[in-house]
């Protein structure tokens, strides 16, 4: 899990992830699957290390399975910020709506970015 100010370093920083992670990398053949959300959560520093709690963070795991190897996964709150879609724009990622989960009793639209 990482931490970004600004959510659109969160998507380069996915972007740049899945294109090193891409299955045909002969440095590695390991692929990822990447959640993104936006919102406020509890951080608290256990052992000299950083962990995340609180419905945002849950959200994130919820969707996970939905990103699929070398796609990322974000809830449509995450796509509000101009930055976040200029990027998208900028590197010729389009955002493709997914059947929604149920999320405290309603449904959310969630998106998956195709990179590799």
């Known amino acids: 899990m990482a931490a970004f100010s600004d959510s659109r370093d969160a ?4 972007v740049e992830l899945q294109e090193y992670f891409n299955g045909k ?4 053949r390991l692929r990822l699957r990447v959640t993104l ?3 406020s959560c509890l951080a608290v520093n256990l052992n000299s290390s950083i962990d995340y709690f609180g419905n945002t963070v849950n959200l994130g795991a919820k969707i996970q399975a ?7 996964a ?3 709150i995450f796509y509000r910020s101009e930055s ?5 724009k900028q590197k010729g ?8 989960p149920k999320w ?13």
């Open 74 to 76: 974000s809830p449509r």
């Open 93 to 100: 990622l389009k955002p493709e709506k997914l059947d929604s």
């Open 25 to 28: 990398n002969p440095a590695t």
């Open 11 to 14: 998507l380069a920083a996915a």
């Open 104 to 116: 405290s009793g309603k449904t959310l639209p969630v998106y998956r970015v195709d990179v590799a």
């Open 66 to 72: 939905m990103a699929r190897q070398g796609r990322s």
């Open 37 to 39: 959300n936006t919102g």
């Open 84 to 88: 976040v879609r200029d990027y998208l």
